[in-house]
Each structure stands twice: as C-alpha cells, then as structure tokens.
Nanobody, 120 residues
Framework: QVQLVESGGGLVQAGGSLRLSCAASGSIFSIINMGWYRQVPGKQRELVAAISSGGSTNYADSVKGRFTISRTNAKNTVLQMNSLKPEDTAVYYC???????????????WGQGTQVTVSS
C-alpha cells in the first residue's frame, strides 16, 4: 500500500524558516511528480511547489524566492520555507503522481497533512 508521510510542520514567527519533508513508501514502480499543496479553512487547496522526476520545478507566485522544493531521492521531497509570512499559515499536503507496482495505475496520492502556523 502506497503512503506519503509528511513531517516538519509547526509554529514559527514571521521571518523564520521551516523545512517540510515527505517520504513515499510501499510498492512503487515510478514517481512522476512530487509536490506540496496547502489549504486554509474555507478555501480551495492550492499548489505551493512541485518537482518532476527530471528536476523541473514549479512554484506559486506567492512563494517564489522564499520556498525551495527538492527531491533528496526518488521517493522523498523536501520543501524549504524561508522568510515565512502569516499568510503562509495553512495545512500543507504532500502530493505525488505515481504508479504503484500493482495495480499499475498512475494516480495522485496525498499525505495526511501537516500544520504550519506563522505568527506575526
């Protein structure tokens, strides 16, 4: 069974930094993309950053220059968040577009979410 497990959320003051990690586990044939989304109550989940298997990255305009996404290996991604602002407060979800070994259907998988709170 494929699982995505996030870690690293917490409470930080404005201007501070946090590092989120996501590890994919289970019988995985390939991971196409990994990314981070965030959601606040009453709003849609939004893309924060994504990275392809080839290393191409994509960022929301609101985090460009402050957040950096990377893949430490084929099954792990890290989101380094610097210069955090109160408006970055949200639940952050790890996402992966991947193909399990069986059944071999490519699909989106989600982690359980981790809270990030930035105080002013």
């Amino acid at each position: 069974q494929v699982q995505l497990v996030e870690s690293g959320g917490g409470l930080v003051q404005a201007g501070g930094s946090l590092r989120l990690s996501c590890a994919a586990s289970g019988s995985i044939f390939s991971i196409i993309n990994m990314g981070w989304y965030r959601q606040v109550p009453g709003k849609q989940r939004e893309l924060v950053a994504a990275i392809s298997s080839g290393g191409s990255t994509n960022y929301a305009d609101s985090v460009k220059g402050r957040f950096t996404i990377s893949r430490t290996n084929a099954k792990n991604t890290v989101l380094q968040m610097n210069s955090l602002k109160p408006e970055d407060t949200a639940v952050y979800y790890c996402n992966a577009l991947l193909t399990p070994t069986s059944p071999a259907y490519t699909a989106n998988y989600w982690g359980q979410g981790t809270q990030v709170t930035v105080s002013s």
